[in-house]
């Protein structure tokens, strides 16, 4: 598979066992994160008088609805998580900071990244600052982040078995056209693998919202999601 | 190793008797034959011809030229879509597949000879035989209703000139008529259908005969995203929709198609229109094969087979499997199942594990759509549901409208996953 770091960074599943153990950690340091933010100033404005840019204003981003500006030209992808109902909670903003892609297949956030789980803490804590009712987000959710997980790299170099993959690929393509027709459901053909991996896993965790695809998602291994990556990766 | 005489009889195929061992290949090629061209049959069909890249021999079986899919006949009847929108043809099946497909009746299976007979006189061998005939209505399950009362009281429960009745006796009711329909026991075709048809019905109505009632006689205390239903229906169509559960009689129903009158737990109603939708079992020749248990084919869950005869495979509506409901969906995804064991039977290509699901879209009223769906795994009894989802009451208008638009996306996936 083509990761070019060797490393992608996900997230624990909340029940995972090592993430009891724990400690609670500060949201971030939100005096850095104003640094932290200059990456994002390119495209995001943020506090009195911010108005939309390349990217929407971020001012009370936190525990709204995605995509909410009508007045701005959001991507077809992020507008269909908005009406699956996802919500900007800690939990989705660290993903979608973490790798754009991850949460919104063909966003039109350019953008690659944070991958140091410091710099999205402490965006995010100067972010909360403009949130419109900081004091509303309940205490739990934003001073515990969760978290990340490092891939193992063995489950990152597992070559998917193309045959399984086709089988298991049988079980998509009730919905998903594997000619690349888009009548109402995804094109899912010829995804970068990585991109596909991470929307998977996305689903499975349910960071992603959508009940057929948390389902769907949610039973298969992680072999099993690299084979269907390889498989629909190579179709065109 | 042991060979079936019968095999040679008139095929000149050398079959293995043990079952699961590939057939070895003698003087011709394996022989797959596939009764019923619809979602669970015309899928098996393509996938086995697909996946085995000539080695086996498909032929389908079905009587009809054109498939009308059940699956959005009601959106039809609710002006959603054409009747074009829902046809299918067999000729990529044939021209892209190399799936001989032949159109008849069949009226005969000899297990023991491993033969099929046709209406037409033909006489099919087979090494393994595939059966997704879908449904028939029992006899005299609602009293006064028979199927050659059909043009009077129209099921539309198979879909094609039985939907456009329907609909066409709907647009011709009186101002202020009365639109009945009788509602299936469980179990039966696609547990929704009934009440998305309700929804479809208003919808119409509401457009072209707003003072028309409709009325529900249901022999069932629950039904299906009864509460998505319910909800849409005081939403979108106030006053217009009336069911009688079985507390009202609901279950206590008789018809008299030439009197146009439904009699429920002893009181008589004339109606305009009446939609019996009767007590459902497997297609016939399930049972004329001897493969029946009750009114259901029982399957092993591993592989959709027959648990009376090993070389039979039986899909869709006409299984008894367990917890899938049914539908297209869980057709066409039996079917793949099936296929792939098929396959292994015939030519010792690999077998993975089963895997199930099934989604069900329901559409209540303009880009009000819904879904109910869930996931099964084989076990030695039963296909079992592992996890499973509904739409929520009080959802947002865009993502109800969403839903919908994901169900056209998945009608097109669907057909062309079983007609190529
Ligand atoms: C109103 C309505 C709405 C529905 N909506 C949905 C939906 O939204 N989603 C969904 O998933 N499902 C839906 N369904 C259910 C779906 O249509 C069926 O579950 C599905 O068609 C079952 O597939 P099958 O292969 O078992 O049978 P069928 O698709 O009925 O195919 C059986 C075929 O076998 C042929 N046949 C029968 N006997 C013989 C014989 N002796 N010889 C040769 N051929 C024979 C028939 O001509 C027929 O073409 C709906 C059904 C109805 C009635």
């Given at each position: 598979?083509r ?12 029940s995972?066992a090592a ?17 932290v ?8 404005q943020v ?8 990217g ?5 981003i936190?525990d709204?609805?995605v ?7 959001y ?18 903003l660290e993903a ?7 949460l919104?297949s063909?966003t039109?956030?350019?953008f690659?990244?944070?991958?140091d ?7 995010l804590?100067y972010l909360?600052?403009?949130?419109a009712?900081?004091q509303?987000?309940?205490e739990?959710?934003?001073t ?11 489950v ?7 045959e399984?993959?086709?089988y ?15 009548d109402?459901?995804p094109?899912?053909t010829?995804?970068l693998?990585e991109?596909?991996v991470?929307?998977m ?19 298969l ?7 269907l990556a ?7 | ?5 019968r095999s040679?009889i ?7 008797a043990?079952l ?7 003087a ?8 019923g061209?619809?979602?669970g049959?015309?899928t098996?069909?393509?996938y ?9 021999d498909v ?16 959106l ?16 990529k ?11 008849d009746?069949?009226?005969?299976i ?12 033909a006489?099919l ?13 029992i ?13 009077k ?16 006796q ?7 008529g009365v639109f ?7 179990p039966f075709r696609?547990p929704?259908?009934p ?12 457009q072209?005969?707003?003072t028309?009632?409709i ?6 205390e629950?039904?299906?995203?009864q509460a ?5 229906w005081q939403?979108?169509?106030?006053g217009?929709i ?11 129903v008789?018809v008299?198609?030439d009197a146009?009158?439904?009699?429920i737990?002893g009181?008589e ?8 939708i009767?007590a ?7 049972e004329?094969?001897?493969?029946t ?9 591993h ?15 006409a ?7 049914k539908?297209?969906?869980s057709?066409n995804?039996q079917?793949?199942?099936?296929a792939?064991a098929v396959?292994?039977a015939?030519t ?16 209540i ?7 109910v ?5 084989a076990t ?7 996890s499973s ?6 959802e947002?208008?865009?993502m109800?409208q ?16 079983i007609?190529?």
């Open positions: 598979m990761y070019a770091g060797g490393v992608v960074v996900i997230w624990a599943a909340l995972s993430q009891a153990d724990e400690k609670a950690l500060q949201i971030g340091d939100a005096a850095r994160g104003a640094e933010f200059q990456v994002c100033a390119q495209c995001h506090g009195d008088g911010a108005s939309h840019g390349t929407p204003h971020l001012n009370g936190f709204r609805k995509a909410q500006f009508d007045d701005f030209d991507s077809q992808g992020i507008l269909r998580a908005r009406r699956d109902g996802m919500v900007w909670d800690l939990e989705h979608y900071l973490t790798n754009p892609k991850t919104v063909g039109n956030m350019e690659a990244g944070l991958s789980p410091k710099d999205r803490g402490d965006v804590a909360r600052g403009f949130s009712n900081p509303n987000i309940p739990a959710a934003p515990a982040l969760k978290q990340d997980v490092e891939l193992p790299p063995e990152l170099a597992m070559v998917g078995d193309p399984y993959g086709e298991l690929s049988t079980e998509c393509t009730t919905c998903h056209q594997l000619d690349g027709d888009y109402g459901i094109v899912i010829g995804w693998e991109d596909f991470l929307a896993h996305a689903y499975k965790q349910k960071i992603r919202p959508h009940p057929v695809m948390q389902m769907m998602a949610g039973r291994a992680d072999d099993e999601i690299a084979a390889a498989y629909f990766g190579a179709l065109e | 190793m042991k060979f079936n005489r040679f008139g095929t000149g195929i050398v079959a293995a043990t699961h061992a590939p057939i070895v290949l003698g011709g090629k394996p022989r797959v034959v596939v009764i061209g619809g979602a049959g015309a098996a069909a393509r086995i011809a697909k996946d085995s890249d000539g080695a086996i032929t389908l079986v079905e009587p009809t030229r054109s498939y009308y899919t059940c699956f959005f006949s009601n039809y009847i609710g002006g959603f879509r054409d009747l074009k929108s829902i046809v299918h043809s067999y000729g099946l044939a021209s892209e597949y190399g799936i001989n497909v032949v159109h009746w069949a009226v005969g000899d297990r023991s000879a491993r033969t099929v007979t046709l209406a037409g006189g006489v061998p087979y090494d393994r035989l595939i059966l997704s005939p879908g449904i028939d209505f006899d005299g399950a609602v009293p006064g209703w028979d199927v050659t009362q059909q043009n009281m129209p099921h539309a429960y198979k879909a094609g000139s039985q939907t456009e009745l329907l609909k066409a709907i647009e011709a009711m009186p101002e202020g009945a329909m009788v509602a299936p026991p469980n696609c929704p259908g009440y998305e048809r309700i929804s479809m019905v208003a919808h119409l109505l509401t072209i005969n707003p028309a009632k009325l529900v006689a249901d022999p069932k629950k039904f299906s995203k998505l239903f319910e909800e849409g939403k979108h169509y106030a217009m009336e069911r009688l559960g079985p507390d009202f009689g609901g279950g206590n008789t008299n198609p146009m009158t439904i009699t737990d009181t109603e004339k109606v305009d229109v009446c939609n019996v009767p459902q079992k497997a297609g016939r020749i399930c004329m094969a001897g493969i248990e009750g009114n259901w084919a029982p399957v092993h869950a592989t959709m087979q027959s648990r009376l005869d090993e070389n039979i495979y039986v899909l869709g509506d299984s008894n499997q367990g917890d899938m409901p539908s297209g969906f057709a995804s079917a793949k199942v099936a792939m396959r292994g015939l010792g290509s690999k077998v993975f594990p089963a895997k199930y699901s099934n989604t069900c879209w329901s559409l009223a303009t880009d009000d759509g819904v879904k769906g869930a996931a099964y795994e030695d009894e039963k296909i079992a549901s592992v989802f509904v739409s929520q009451t009080g947002d208008a865009a109800r969403q839903t919908y638009e994901e169900s056209i996306g998945w009608y097109a996936g669907i057909t062309a996953d007609f190529g």
